[in-house]
């Protein structure tokens, strides 16, 4: 009966040191694992995950991550317009379909210019990088839109069609206005321009402009307005 109780004493006492073995066991393999764990960089919403529980990922396996705080547009703006396109300047998005503004900011200009096949251009075109500012939960990674970027601002200025403006042999801007009947040759400073209307000085508000004047046209021609 003793050796009976020794025995059972001894197992308890081998059993006792199995259990903490293994509760070590179990807590090296938690700290493993723990230390095992990727953490991303950004926080955001997993749009791939080409891995596989219990798989070894394969060579080149990535996850994607889109931050959706800190979208960004890319568009290609035509040569005449990017050489005035400027990193930190302001911009307005507007995705399709959607109502709402969002504020933006470029933040890369393209290196190199190239010229888009898909688009049928021939001009060549630089690929701009804008970062909204104001994202919400209604953007969705590969949005299409448009984009305005503001260049530069000019208040109480006069703006005057493009196609009222001429350059003679010298290079300089001119245009005609009309007093009395007769036309008057002024030379003008032109400012900003957004391909269609374009800033100008050395007239005053109010005064007669001729649009789309003939070639011929001089000054001090006598003309009659039409009805």
């Given at each position: 009966?003793?050796?009976?109780?020794?025995?059972?004493?001894?197992?308890?006492?081998?059993?006792?040191?199995?259990?903490?073995?293994?509760?070590?066991?179990?807590?090296?393999?938690?700290?493993?694992?723990?230390?095992?764990?990727?953490?991303?960089?950004?926080?955001?919403?997993?749009?791939?995950?080409p891995?596989?529980?219990?798989?070894?990922?394969?060579?080149g396996?990535?996850?994607?991550?889109?931050?959706?705080?800190?979208?960004?547009?890319?568009?290609?703006?035509p040569?005449?317009?990017?050489?005035?396109?400027?990193?930190?300047?302001?911009?307005?998005?507007?995705?399709?379909?959607?109502?709402s503004?969002y504020?933006?900011?470029?933040?890369?200009?393209?290196k190199?210019?190239?010229?888009?096949?898909?688009?049928?251009?021939k001009?060549?075109?630089?690929?701009?990088?804008?970062?909204?500012?104001?994202?919400?939960?209604?953007?969705?990674?590969?949005?299409?839109?448009?984009?305005?970027?503001?260049?530069?601002?000019?208040?109480?200025?006069?703006?005057?069609?493009?196609e009222?403006?001429k350059?003679?042999?010298?290079?300089?801007m001119?245009?005609?206005?009309?007093?009395n009947?007769?036309?008057e040759?002024?030379?003008?400073?032109?400012?900003?321009?957004?391909g269609?209307?374009?800033e100008?000085?050395?007239?005053?508000?109010?005064?007669?402009?001729?649009?789309?004047?003939p070639?011929?046209l001089?000054?001090?021609?006598?003309?009659?307005?039409?009805?």
């Amino acid at each position: 009966y003793n050796d009976y109780i020794e025995s059972i004493h001894i197992d308890t006492i081998n059993t006792g040191r199995d259990i903490n073995t293994l509760k070590l066991d179990i807590e090296s393999i938690n700290n493993k694992l723990e230390n095992n764990k990727i953490y991303a960089s950004v926080s955001g919403v997993v749009t791939e995950f080409p891995l596989n529980e219990g798989r070894k990922a394969s060579s080149g396996s990535k996850i994607i991550i889109y931050d959706t705080n800190s979208y960004e547009f890319t568009a290609k703006a035509p040569q005449e317009d990017a050489v005035l396109i400027r990193e930190g300047q302001k911009s307005m998005v507007y995705l399709n379909g959607m109502n709402s503004i969002y504020e933006g900011e470029v933040i890369n200009v393209g290196k190199t210019a190239e010229i888009d096949t898909d688009s049928g251009s021939k001009t060549p075109k630089v690929e701009i990088t804008i970062r909204i500012k104001n994202s919400d939960n209604f953007i969705k990674s590969g949005y299409e839109g448009k984009a305005n970027i503001i260049i530069d601002i000019s208040e109480n200025s006069l703006l005057l069609r493009n196609e009222s403006l001429k350059r003679d042999v010298d290079g300089k801007m001119y245009l005609f206005v009309l007093k009395n009947n007769t036309v008057e040759k002024k030379y003008v400073e032109a400012g900003l321009s957004d391909g269609y209307l374009t800033e100008v000085s050395g007239i005053s508000e109010g005064e007669k402009v001729i649009l789309n004047p003939p070639e011929e046209l001089i000054d001090g021609d006598s003309v009659k307005l039409k009805n």
